[in-house]
Nanobody
Framework: VQLQASGGGLVQAGGSLRLSCAAS????????MGWFRRAPGKERDFVAA????????YYGDSVKGRFTISRNRAEKMVYLQMDNLKPEDTAVYYC????????????????WGQGTLVTVSS
């Protein structure tokens, strides 16, 4: 599988962006697709994950209630709708695939996309 993330950009605080992740190759029901982010000078953080089969969703505490992860199984796309963006959401966002069903741990993800930069101005 290869992952291609897109949709990043510059937005004002309070605004919205939608990130997309296009997957090539096979994704099975047992897999999990996730979004992580890395802000300048910080560790990579878990943002959200979705179970490919059931559609069950999971969120990091800092984005809960503001971000929504979804997927389109037929098109092998994963989306991250980001609303009410804050300057602290500024980061490079990565989509990733876990074949072992890992959720919040980056080490459980096997395949990573190239990242897309989101910048939120105050």
């Amino acid at each position: 599988v290869q992952l291609q993330a897109s949709g990043g950009g510059l937005v004002q605080a309070g605004g919205s962006l939608r990130l997309s992740c296009a997957a090539s190759g096979s994704i099975y029901s047992s897999h999990v697709m996730g979004w992580f982010r890395r802000a300048p000078g910080k560790e990579r953080d878990f943002v959200a994950a979705i179970r490919w089969g059931t559609g069950g969703t999971y969120y990091g505490d800092s984005v809960k209630g503001r971000f929504t992860i979804s997927r389109n199984r037929a098109e092998k796309m994963v989306y991250l709708q980001m609303d009410n963006l804050k300057p602290e959401d500024t980061a490079v966002y990565y989509c990733a695939q876990s074949r072992t069903g890992g959720l919040r741990l980056a080490s459980a993800y096997d395949v990573w996309g190239q990242g897309t930069l989101v910048t939120v101005s105050s």
